[in-house]
């Protein structure tokens, strides 16, 4: 039967499992350790066949850490027991040492705690010698296997406490002897382990150690990347992007044409300005102009009519048949046409019966406009029309307009301004820019008939100079106007 007992056997490892549960799975380890310099107090208990007493003795230890928590330690452990009493009551005190050689597998707990296993061989020895009556002497190979637990008290400085069996032989003896000890362990040499993209993950256990700033990163230190644009979570702005959507560093979608519609999803990124586009970002063209919605002041256009550069038909003979549909397109003013432009029994592109062939004056290079007729009067030009809310010119307005266009072109030294105004049925901000296109759409339609673009300004002043007062219907139509005045003076 041993003579230690059997209570320190069960309360040490019980105390070490208890200590690893307070310490707790902490921050990761956040140096790396050297070399292990340590001492502390043991008690030693020896196997009954030794006849030897329990004894307080010392430890000292010298260890070396390896890559992948390992460490290897030589130890020594020395005790001086005494043998059991003889017939007389007579004891003898026996020097036991151990001094052994070890493997430890350490098992990181925290930033600054570890537990360990370790196994290891050396010698044990009883006694100087084996002269004279003795219980116990001479010396032979022990195998060692035990478990501890090192707190952290600073990041150098930790309390160290082992539990280990040693089996070993003296003479013809076979022994298993149990100790344990508490004391104190210096790390020297050790040194912090950096965090190089100071993502919280330590480089030795950083996989994807160039992680860029403020970027959310896994346990393996790597960054997330929720919707999938390249740009990490954590430093993507716009984290909800449709995927395959082209993003910019921040991680928002680009839009090179601002249709709404981002790069990489656009199929028509260089739509232009003012387009309305499908969801493919191409521009739509609902009447089939060639000239696309957004841009077109008259979206209603007849298929195959000809139309302007702001999508608008023209009608040359003034027949009420569209430039483009009308087969006739020379027809007299005033003569009953067909659907076709042509007067009964005028054949496509032939004069109409009767009519006398006359011939035409050549057009000056830039001009298409008639020639001019009576003289421009500043103020409201009379007959210009919208449809409702829109800048989109009436056909009824083209008559007036060419004829203005017509004087204009006959003197390029008068520079004019067309300006719109409207009523105050809208917002401020909503009637300048509605007037401000349509005064713009009345100077282009000028300019299409020839008049040079430099001789024409225009200006939208919303309700901002009313002519009237008046907030009757008929009143806030006489507001809703188009005038004219000479930016020079006039002839």
């Known amino acids: ?9 069960r309360r040490l490892p019980a105390a070490l499992a208890l200590l690893v549960l307070c310490v707790g799975p902490l921050a990761a380890q956040q140096r790396k350790y050297l070399i292990e310099l340590g001492a502390g107090g043991v008690y030693q208990s020896y196997d009954s066949a030794t006849e030897l007493d329990g004894a307080i003795g010392g430890v000292g230890r010298l260890g070396v850490w390896l890559p992948a928590n390992f460490s290897i330690e030589l130890a020594g452990t020395f005790a001086t027991p005494k043998t059991a009493p003889d017939l007389l009551g007579n004891t003898t005190s026996v020097d036991a040492r151990t001094f052994s050689g070890s493997l430890l597998y350490n098992i990181l707990i925290g930033s600054k705690s570890s537990f360990y ?9 009883y006694g100087s010698d084996c002269t004279g009556v003795r219980t116990i002497c001479g010396s032979g190979g022990s195998i060692l296997g035990g478990l501890g637990l090192r707190v952290g008290m600073t990041p150098t400085l930790m309390v160290r406490g082992e539990a280990e069996l040693n089996s070993n032989k003296s003479s013809t003896k076979s022994l298993t002897n149990f100790g344990v000890s508490l004391g ?32 959310q990163v896994d346990a393996r230190g790597c960054p997330s990347d929720e919707d999938g644009d390249g740009v ?7 984290p909800g992007s449709v995927a395959g959507a082209t993003v910019d560093e921040t991680g928002c979608p680009k839009d090179s044409d601002s249709d709404n519609i981002p790069d990489g999803l656009d199929r028509c990124p260089d739509t232009p300005p003012g387009v309305l586009v499908d969801a493919n970002g191409c521009g739509k063209d609902s009447d089939g102009d060639g000239s696309p919605d957004g841009l077109d002041r008259c979206s209603e256009t007849p298929r195959g009519a000809t139309v302007d550069a702001v999508g608008c038909p023209g009608d040359e003979d003034g027949d009420g ?3 483009g549909l009308d087969r006739c397109p020379r027809t007299a003013a005033g003569a009953g046409v067909q659907a076709t432009g042509c007067v009964p029994g005028q054949a496509p592109g032939q004069p109409a019966p009767g009519a006398r062939t006359q011939p035409q004056a050549q057009p000056t290079p830039g001009r298409n406009a008639p020639a001019p007729v009576g ?16 800048a989109r010119l009436s056909s009824s307005s083209y008559v007036a307009l060419d004829s203005i266009a017509a004087i204009l072109m006959a003197d390029p030294t008068v520079t004019v301004e067309v300006s719109a105004h409207s009523d105050n049925s809208r917002s401020a901000a909503e009637s300048m820019r509605l007037t401000g296109l349509q005064a713009d759409a ?14 024409i300004s225009s200006k939208g002043y919303g309700s901002t100079v009313p002519l009237t007062p008046d907030t009757t219907p008929t009143g806030r139509a006489a507001n809703r106007r188009v005038e004219i005045k000479f930016a020079t003076p006039g002839p």
């Open 1 to 9: 039967m041993r003579t230690y007992p059997r209570s320190a056997q």
């Open 184 to 215: 104190l362990s210096l790390m020297l040499g050790s040194k912090p382990i950096p965090d190089s993209d100071l993502d919280g993950i330590q480089n030795n256990h950083d996989r994807c150690p160039s992680t860029p700033r403020g970027a």
């Open 232 to 238: 990490p979570t954590g430093i993507d702005r716009c």
């Open 375 to 390: 003289k421009l009067v500043p103020g409201v030009i009379p007959g210009i029309a919208f449809a409702t809310g829109t």
């Open 321 to 323: 048949v569209l430039d």
């Open 442 to 455: 009345v100077r282009d339609y000028l300019v299409l008939k020839g008049v040079p673009y430099q001789q």
């Open 117 to 125: 296993l370790k196994a290891g061989a050396g010698s044990t020895k």
